[in-house]
């Protein structure tokens, strides 16, 4: 991925929580506001995940208290109980997104390069099956409203539906431009954002039918920022937005996610190096020294 489409792609990952929470309403937005009131953390230290240099989503299972990592050609579990890493799921071509199923038992992991989705047991982690999507498999979650694996092709430009009841494709959606990431509002529908054309559409996931399109105002994202930072919002009644804390992480920290009980927040990051001689000071090339989890906690 270039530089530009780097960024471009922080910009419109971060921006979908906040469609979604402006389409499902003021009443459950301030609802989430409320709970979600602690919003000053401390970094608690890092999870070494090592080599290889490159990751994507992160995971977390409340139940199992686990944190899947897509982590190239695999995906790295981490106990967070122990911070260590307990296993992986592999082999992967260009590891993206995961969804988590515990009432089944089974996890799921697309392989970009082959466009496919790789069905793993959640107990010994070993892959028991994989189904054919599109190429570019990328962002993937479990919608529990329908019941459903959803997964997100940029390249081929469309939504895959998966029943994990059976790992059957239910239908494939065409979408309007290169989907990156999404939400769902619970209700059956998911938010997805166009990576290409700065935009959120509204897909009913039973129907199979996109429905209205919201362009972004880059201005207004609120994300885990690749040079160092997480904003943090607040979300009051009318739709009401603010900035009420930047917390430092690491420089390259774009990917993120969160245990929805305690609060804590999971970065990952990478360490840059010097790649080049340093004798030639004008030129130097910078790359990444291995992978890491950082932690969050909320302050009391």
Same mark, same amino acid.
């Given at each position: 991925?270039?530089?530009?489409?780097y960024?471009g792609?922080?910009?419109?990952c971060?921006?979908v929580?906040?469609?979604v929470t402006?389409?499902?309403g003021?009443?459950n937005?301030?609802?989430?506001?409320t709970?979600?009131?602690?919003?000053d953390?401390e970094?608690?230290?890092?999870i070494s995940?090592?080599?290889?240099?490159?990751?994507d989503?992160?995971t977390?299972?409340?139940?199992s208290?686990?944190?899947?990592?897509s982590?190239?050609?695999r995906?790295?579990?981490v106990?967070?109980?122990?911070?260590?890493?307990?296993?992986?799921v592999?082999?992967?071509?260009?590891?993206?997104?995961?969804a988590?199923?515990?009432k089944?038992g089974?996890?799921?992991a697309?392989s970009?390069?082959d466009g496919?989705?790789?069905v793993?047991?959640? /107990?010994?982690l070993?892959?028991?099956?994989?189904?054919?999507?599109?190429?570019?498999?990328?962002?993937?979650?479990?919608?529990?409203?329908?019941n459903?694996i959803l997964?997100?092709?940029?390249?081929?430009k469309?939504?895959?539906?998966i029943?994990p009841?059976?790992?059957t494709?239910t239908?494939?959606v065409?979408?309007?431009?290169?989907?990156?990431f999404f939400?769902?509002?619970?209700?059956?529908n998911a938010?997805?954002?166009?990576?290409?054309?700065?935009?959120?559409?509204?897909v009913?996931?039973?129907a199979?039918?996109?429905?209205a399109t919201?362009p972004?105002?880059?201005?207004?994202?609120? /994300?885990?920022?690749?040079?160092?930072t997480?904003?943090?919002?607040s979300?009051?009644?009318?739709d009401?937005?603010?900035v009420?804390?930047?917390?430092?992480?690491?420089f390259g920290?774009?990917?993120?996610?969160?245990d929805?009980?305690s609060?804590e927040?999971?970065?990952?990051h990478?360490?840059?190096?010097?790649? /080049?001689s340093?004798?030639?000071v004008?030129?130097l090339?910078?790359?990444?020294?291995?992978?890491e989890?950082?932690?969050?906690?909320?302050?009391?």
């Open positions: 991925m270039n530089q530009k489409g960024f792609r922080i910009v419109a971060g921006i929580a906040a469609a402006a389409a499902i003021p009443k937005a301030y609802a989430e506001s709970m979600a009131s602690r919003v953390y970094f608690t230290g890092d995940l090592s080599a290889p240099n490159f990751n989503y992160l977390f299972d409340p139940a208290r686990r944190l899947y990592v982590h190239v050609d995906v790295t579990v106990d967070v109980e122990s911070r260590t890493v307990v296993g992986s592999a082999p992967l071509k260009d590891s993206h997104g995961m988590i199923v515990p089944l089974k996890g799921y697309d970009g390069d496919v989705v790789k793993f047991n959640l /107990s010994d070993k892959i028991i099956k994989q189904i054919k999507v599109s190429v570019d498999a990328d962002g993937m979650i479990f919608d529990e409203s329908t459903t997964v997100v092709a940029g390249d081929s469309n939504l895959t539906v029943n009841a059976d790992d494709v239908r494939t065409t979408l309007p431009g290169k989907p990156e939400a769902v509002d619970g209700a059956g938010y997805i954002n166009m990576a290409d054309t700065a935009s959120v559409v509204k009913n996931i039973k199979g039918t996109v429905g919201w972004l105002q880059r201005r207004l994202v609120f /994300s885990s920022n690749g040079p160092g997480i904003t943090a919002i979300i009051a009644p009318n009401q937005f603010a009420v804390r930047t917390i430092p992480t690491f920290g774009r990917n993120m996610t969160l929805p009980n609060g927040l999971f970065v990952t990478g360490h840059m190096k010097v790649l /080049s340093m004798k030639d004008l030129n090339k910078f790359g990444w020294d291995g992978i989890v950082a932690t969050f906690q909320p302050r009391p």
